[in-house]
C-alpha cells in the first residue's frame, strides 16, 4: 500500500512514519509505506510554523522524498493521508486530491465548520472518493473490554488546552469526545458547560436518558480516562496505561480502510462529532 502524505507539522507524522518504515518498531507495518509527502504547514498558527522543518527531517531520514506537485505524487499512491494540524486547511487539500478517487484519511478535525464538512461530503459524493476521520482514541482497545450497550453513565477526564485557529474543542476536546462517542452512539439532547479557573466542567445528557460528566484540563497533560459506570461495578479507564497505544490500532484501521474502501466510522457520526462541537462552543 503506497501512502501519499499531506502535512509535516504534526506529531502524527512522526508515530505513523515509526510505524510503516523503522522496522524495530513494535508495530511496524510492512504492507504499507509513505512513498512521498507535500509539505504543508501555518505560517500563522505557531505550534504549526514552529515543528514543521523537525519533522521535515524526520521524514527526509527515513528516505521519503518530498514533492511539489501533487499530480506527480498522486502518480505513485494508492491512497492518501492528510495530516495538517491546522484543520483549517483541510477541505483546500481535500478539494487538490478527492478528483484522484483514492481514499483519504483525514486526521482530526476532520475540518472546522458543518459548511466545510457538507463541502467535503458533496466532493467525495461526486467523484466517489472514499473518505475518513477519527481521533485515535475512538479505537482505543480498553474501550473493547465491556458491552457498550450496557453502559449507564460515564465520567470522563482528559487534557483541553485551547488553539486561537482550532476553536474551542476543535483542537483537543474532540478526543474526548470521539471516545465518549464510540461508547454511546446516541443523541445529546442538551449540553451545559461550567468554566472554572483551570479546568471546566461539561454535562452531556442524551436522548436515551443516560449522562456523561467530562471534565477538561485546560493545561496540556496525556492523562485521558473515565470511570464507566457498567451494569452493577465500575470499570476504570486509563487510557495512558494501555499496552498497545491507540495510534497503532488507529493505524491499522486506516490501512484496512486504504485496502477496502470502507471506513471503519460512519461519516454521519462524524458529522455528529462536529455538531456537538459546535453547539459546545457557544457555551
Not at 36 to 56: L, N, P, T, V, W
Not at 98 to 121: L, N
Not at 250 to 261: A, C, K, M, R
Request: glycine fraction near 4%; hydrophobic fraction near 40%.
Amino acid at each position: 500500500m503506497k501512502i501519499g502524505l499531506i502535512g509535516n507539522d504534526t506529531t502524527h507524522v512522526a508515530i505513523f512514519a515509526h510505524m510503516l518504515h523503522d522496522v524495530t518498531n513494535c508495530y511496524y507495518h510492512p504492507e504499507a509505506s509513505f512513498v512521498g509527502y507535500i509539505k504543508a504547514c501555518s505560517e500563522d498558527m505557531q505550534i504549526s510554523k514552529d515543528r514543521a522543518h523537525y519533522f521535515e527531517n524526520l521524514l527526509e531520514a527515513f528516505h521519503i522524498p518530498c514533492y511539489e506537485e501533487i499530480e506527480k505524487l498522486n502518480e505513485k499512491v494508492d491512497a492518501w493521508m492528510i495530516v495538517t494540524i491546522d484543520g483549517s486547511n483541510h477541505l483546500d487539500w481535500f478539494e487538490k486530491i478527492a478528483a484522484f478517487q483514492k481514499p483519504v484519511y483525514i486526521d482530526k478535525p476532520m475540518t472546522i465548520s458543518i459548511s466545510s464538512f457538507e463541502r467535503m461530503m458533496e466532493l467525495a459524493d461526486t467523484f466517489g472518493t472514499p473518505v475518513f476521520s477519527s481521533s485515535s482514541l475512538r479505537f482505543s482497545d480498553i474501550l473493547k473490554s465491556f458491552e457498550k450497550n450496557e453502559v449507564k453513565s460515564l465520567y470522563a477526564f482528559g487534557p483541553l488546552p485551547f488553539q486561537d485557529k482550532m476553536p474551542g474543542y476543535y483542537w483537543y476536546g474532540i478526543h474526548t469526545l470521539e471516545w465518549i462517542d464510540e461508547v454511546f452512539n446516541a443523541e445529546v439532547e442538551s449540553f451545559t458547560r461550567q468554566k472554572y479557573g483551570d479546568y471546566e466542567i461539561l454535562l452531556m445528557q442524551f436522548e436515551d436518558g443516560r449522562q456523561v460528566i467530562f471534565r477538561g484540563e485546560y493545561k496540556w497533560n496525556d492523562k485521558f480516562g473515565g470511570v464507566v459506570h457498567y451494569k452493577d461495578e465500575p470499570i476504570i479507564l486509563q487510557f495512558w496505561k494501555m499496552e498497545k497505544p491507540y495510534y497503532a490500532s488507529l493505524l491499522e484501521h486506516i490501512i484496512d480502510f486504504f485496502q477496502t474502501g470502507r471506513p471503519p466510522v460512519n461519516l454521519t457520526r462524524t458529522r455528529r462529532i462536529l455538531q456537538w462541537i459546535e453547539e459546545i462552543n457557544k457555551l
